[in-house]
């Protein structure tokens, strides 16, 4: 058996993955998460579950007493409209929160830390495949609170015997192939979630946020990422900081931009049947194009990914929904 690790938001999407990897790499995992958004069912048998807050200390100091070789930390909101809304609900849930947690782990002597950072810490990138180098000016709440965990992590980091990989996810998508778990949040704001709405109907339509965008089909172009390589990059993170890796910054992405309408044609190839998507004006925030230079990752780690093909992603999408919906 190897280390202890605790998973923060472990019943969430990206979380649970995660945790499955992990147990399955012979780690005891402990899962905290306060099921605000996250599924109990998605939490793998193996795991040890607290039902909690990562805002209470007292708890954490608790959780953390008992020798904890690394935090996961991805318990947070994620939703960037609703940030735009409630920005301050947003700096407690998620920059707030995070503070707190990393004075635990600093009190408690927890060496290695990784954090769901977003590609929403670049804003409008100037230059596409975007590096880590580049300027990071978020233009969200939402992009706003995670750069700013990641200052305290470089800070904390120069100060303290704490040494962090922080990932800056791109567009996450696709679910287990063995359909054990999937995306389950409520009011999920997401394309492939959306999409594959429609084709279980349980909406009509699906609206193209703006078709005039400067890119070669004019919809809006993303990197799209499946959840079980994303999970890998975390276990590789592990190992690395293990291995006693220094602090990094990566990006999360497969380099390779896929646009709305190439999305909407992937998913209509693997079902078979048309999806009714309609040209509608911008969405607020979005930009025309965001996609990874992702070559650090793979060279840092080995990671090697292993579900690259878009139509992998939304099938695996598909799949869930329709066993979640029960049209299995
Ligand atoms: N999008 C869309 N219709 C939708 C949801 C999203 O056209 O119902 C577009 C959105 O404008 C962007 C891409 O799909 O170009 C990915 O958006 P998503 O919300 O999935 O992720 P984001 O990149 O905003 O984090």
Redesign the pocket.
Known sequence: MRGRILVTGGAGYIGSHTTQQLLDAGYAVVVLDNLSNGVRGMIPGEATFIQGDVGDRALLADVLADGVEAVLHFAGSIV?PESVAQPLAYYRNNTLNTHGLLEACVEAGVPHFIFSSTA?VYGDARQVPVREDAATVPISPYGASKLMTEWMLRDAAAAHELRYVALRYF?VAGADPLGRRGQSSKNA????K?AVEVLTGQRDH?????DDYPTPDG????DYIHVVDLADAHVRALDYLRAGGDSQVLNCGYGKGSS?RQ?IAALERVSNRKIDARA?P??AG?VAE?VAEASRIRRLFGWQPRHEDLEMIVRTALDWERKRLGQG
């Open positions: 960037v929403a567009n704001t997401h394309l492939i959306l699906l609206d193209i946020f703006g919809t809006g172009v993303r709305v999305v509608a911008r969405r979005d965001l």
